[in-house]
């Protein structure tokens, strides 16, 4: 059974960091690019950012760029989404999710076809 569990959530002040993970198990992620996402209450889910599966290539959505660094461990099947300078407005809960091939440019998350149950990320003083 293909899973995705993500990890690494918490409450944090502004300003602080944290680092996000996404394990998979039931599969390899080598072949799968892979996308976080996000969604705070009562917004769309929105991309953050995507990896391509060998890592090559990333993209990030204009409003985490400079402060957020996504990569990847395929010997452990794992992705990372290191956050910095957070702000109240990241606030919301983080999704990973896989696509087999390259990222979606828009990081569409319709484009993407396996996700895991998320992780909440509360920034706050």
């Known amino acids: 059974q293909l899973q995705l569990v993500e990890s690494g959530g918490d409450l944090v002040q502004p300003g602080g960091s944290l680092r996000l993970s996404c394990a998979a198990s039931g599969f390899t992620l080598d072949y799968y690019a892979i996308g976080w996402f996000r969604q705070a209450p009562g917004k769309e889910r929105e991309g953050v950012s995507c990896?391509?599966?060998?890592?090559?290539?990333?993209n990030y959505a204009d409003s985490v760029k400079g402060r957020f660094i996504i990569s990847r461990d395929n010997a452990k099947n794992t992705v990372y989404l290191q956050m910095n300078i957070l702000k109240s407005e990241d606030t919301a809960v983080y999704y990973c999710?896989?696509?087999?091939?390259?990222?979606?440019?828009?990081?569409?998350?319709?484009?993407?076809?396996?996700w895991g149950q998320g992780t909440q990320v509360t920034v706050s003083s």
């Open positions: 990896i391509s599966s060998r890592g090559i290539s990333t």
């Open positions: 999710a896989a696509r087999s091939g390259p990222c979606h440019s828009g990081l569409w998350p319709a484009a993407y076809n396996y």
